[in-house]
């Protein structure tokens, strides 16, 4: 089994290791990413990529090439050096977009007990957001 | 922002603070909003809109005056500091007290104008952070690590990034040699950016 992950989730799928290509069934790839295949690209809500001309490269036999169109997309792909793990990133246009429309981006995270906070449970109130380490 | 949430347990328990405490051991937040150090802050309005973009959170530069024979920071050093935390506090107080109308906090051009931009070399040392820190949960230290000194690498303004995967004092503190030299070498740089606020030194 291979691990994709993403910030927001850890999904186990079947795929060769490899260090370059993550070849995944098409079912797999909506689960572990959020991104679908569809017959005008690879899309996610109202962005759809089209397959580039060398399409064998990003589609074959029912699988999507993810660490290509990641790539194809200048997201940062990382994958362990058994090709075992993986973990599909953000672009830089992306975030600064979202960062520049000034809507804050929405994360969750446990507290100490374990229980979960999303930054929207504080809508209609001022939010502090600030860090601290230990380090 | 602790990998380590045991390390920071003991701090927050002691601290026993009335605000919600969250873990990021994933560094999350570095990602998503372009954090670099702690503390930094970033003021949301009632709509989830950002009013104050990431930013040092009342901290001000001084560690390179530090003064080795007194073992302590030079006092007009500590006072400055005393004094920049307490401004913060100030306008952190004069926003929860009047939204909007705070002058502290800005209107959206003027926050956009204060957003720092991420860049295909820190996206690309986040993703590996958060792999390191994956293969870190499985026992693969040592390939860890060697994501660790890349992702050092490709966002070297980060020091949480750097603080967090570099060699820890017995007192859990990262503020041994390695770090003390990157401070030393920072040059024009600074530990912590000054942040705009009027009387802020």
Known sequence: MTIVLTETSNSECVAAPSTTDLWLDADAVTAATGWTLKPEGFCKDDICVPTPADAENYVADGKVNVASFWRLMDRPAAASKDGDVWFLGEGATERNDALLSLEAPDFTLPDFSGKLHSLTDFRRQRVLLITWASW | ?201
């Open chain 2, 1 to 201: 922002m602790d990998a380590d949430v045991e390390a920071a347990r003991p701090w927050v328990a002691e601290a026993s603070p009335t605000f919600i405490t969250l873990i990021d051991q994933n560094h999350l937040l570095s990602s998503l909003y372009n954090m670099v150090n702690v503390p930094q802050a970033v003021w949301i309005d009632e709509q989830g809109r950002v009013v104050r973009p990431t930013e040092t959170g009342g901290s001000i530069d001084i560690l390179r005056e530090f003064d080795p024979e007194a073992g302590a920071f030079k006092p007009e050093a500590m006072a400055r500091a005393g004094a920049a935390k307490a401004l913060y506090m100030e306008a952190v107080e004069d926003w929860a007290r009047n939204g909007a109308d705070s002058r502290f906090a800005y209107d959206p051009d003027a926050a956009r104008q204060r957003v720092s931009r991420q860049t295909p070399e820190t996206m690309l040392a986040h993703a590996k952070f958060q792999l390191g820190r994956h293969l870190a949960s499985l026992g693969r230290v040592v390939e860890a690590e060697a994501l660790f000194t890349e992702c050092r690498e490709l966002h070297p303004d980060s020091w949480n990034i750097f603080r967090e995967t570099t060699e820890k004092m017995d007192t859990g503190i990262a503020a041994g040699e390695a770090f003390w030299g990157k401070v030393m070498g920072l040059g024009e740089k600074q530990y912590y950016a000054s942040i705009d606020m009027d009387g802020m030194p």
